[in-house]
């Protein structure tokens, strides 16, 4: 998707909108199974739930910053009893952003996927700006196992993180946002005991994805998109990091775990 932003952003109240998500950070506010599993990324130990993976929540700005009315959903929102894989999105909405416009392009997106695609609520459970900080996406899923609509088959049991920019090849993904989604990833993995370097099954539920329904496929507890979606995200630039953020999501979970981070 590719987003018209200077009709996007005509005439929004940087400043104010600054200084609202200063204040929030502040805060602290953070089927049928195939006779074999088909390896999507054979590389890797596999995840073990008793294993003590805990770490430290980020900080998350909450979704009253881009969205004040709540969502309606025509259904309650559906939760799965554990995350198992966090899967790695980018925007394509371009990278030139400031700080302030973040909340405008949260909003924009929201807007297709409920309003172009009526879902219930945006998709990604998380949304990751150039500077680092973390937005709640999908309503109730900060802490909770929401099942989001991000990756097509392989919804239920997983956190979507979309990353706000273009990340294909020769793009620079900026460290901050790199250093966050390891962060983000280390959090939501460990509070199900799971190691951001190994390896998971997952069931696909839904014949549109890359693997028929019913089947069973081995992912990387952090991966990309294109692992279980026909698609190129989250482009090549930022997939190429997912090694990087799995050794740093794994060193997040090595510390004690403790209160946000406001940093």
Known sequence: MTIDRRMLLRGMGRAATAGVIGAALAAGDTGRPAATARQAHPTGPRAQAAAPWAAARPAVVPRTVWQAAPTRRKEPARTATAVKAVFIHHTNSGNDYTPAEVPDLIRYLSGDHTENRDWDDVGYNFFVDRTGTIYEGRAGGIANPVVGAHTMGFN????????????????????????????????????????PRASTVLVSTNDASKYPEGSRTVFHTISGHRDGYWTRCPGAALYSLLPQ??????????RPAGPASTA
């Open 156 to 195: 239920v049991g997983t956190v979507g993180v979309a990353a706000i920019g273009s990340f294909g090849a020769g793009a620079t993904v900026p460290a901050p946002m790199v250093e966050a989604i390891a962060q983000l990833a280390a959090w939501k993995l460990g509070m199900y005991g799971v190691d």
């Open 245 to 254: 953020i799995r050794d740093r999501a794994a060193h997040f979970q090595s």
